[in-house]
């Protein structure tokens, strides 16, 4: 992470020129294929002012996924954890007001180790923190339906070019998601799965 907090107009340009730099690298050779020295010359920086803000490359990356979960944790921390139905609404909406970099991690294979990184960072306590008339075993096993699915069906909508208008899009998804989440605990009540 940053170890000099941005004060002044040069350092916050500065600051501002790695960040689009990094993103500009990331979409086009993925992450792997940074290097601080290739950054610096393309941020047109030296080594030595990158190395004052950050440690490593993994610092710089840590910043920007943490930009994108501190985002999505602002924008639904009002939301109760099994406000299942807003909760997808919110993922497409949120979605769609990110930049291209946000889309290529959500939706591209290569990225799924830093998505899972960025996913567990988004979800802060929702994912373990079992609400009340839950068992532990039936929220683990609706909130991985709840996150895969509403993921999924983002990646499809994405991967369709966002074709569907994005209100239709997100209320579609958050209508399949109750579905199948008022299928699974209807189910489990019968079974004593919920109290």
């Not at 920086?45 to 930009?67: G, H, Q």
């Not at 830093?114 to 008339?133: C, K, M, T």
Request: charged share 25%; aromatic share 10%; glycine share 6%.
């Amino acid at each position: 992470m940053r170890t000099t907090p941005a004060k002044d107009l040069r350092v916050t340009k500065t600051l501002e020129a790695i960040d689009r730099t990094f993103r500009a690298m990331m979409l086009q050779g993925g992450y792997g294929s940074i290097t601080v020295k290739a950054l610096c010359e393309r941020a047109r920086i030296n080594k030595k002012t990158f190395y004052r803000y950050y440690e490593t490359l993994d610092d710089l990356l840590a910043e920007v996924m943490s930009a994108y979960a501190s985002a999505w944790r602002e924008r639904t921390a009002h939301l109760g954890a099994s406000d299942f139905a807003q909760i997808t609404r919110e993922l497409f909406y949120f979605g769609a007001e990110q930049d291209e970099l946000y889309d290529v991690i959500t939706c591209d294979p290569a990225w799924d180790g830093i998505r899972r990184q960025l996913q567990d960072d988004a979800s802060g306590e929702h994912a373990e923190n079992v609400p009340a008339g839950f068992t532990p075993e039936l929220w683990h096993l609706l909130y991985a339906y709840v996150s895969q699915a509403g993921l999924a069906m983002y990646r499809a909508w994405v991967a369709d070019g966002k074709a569907i208008p994005l209100p239709r899009a997100a209320e579609t998804a958050a209508r399949l998601v109750c579905q199948g989440t008022d299928a699974l605990t209807s189910e489990w009540s019968g079974a004593s799965g919920r109290k």
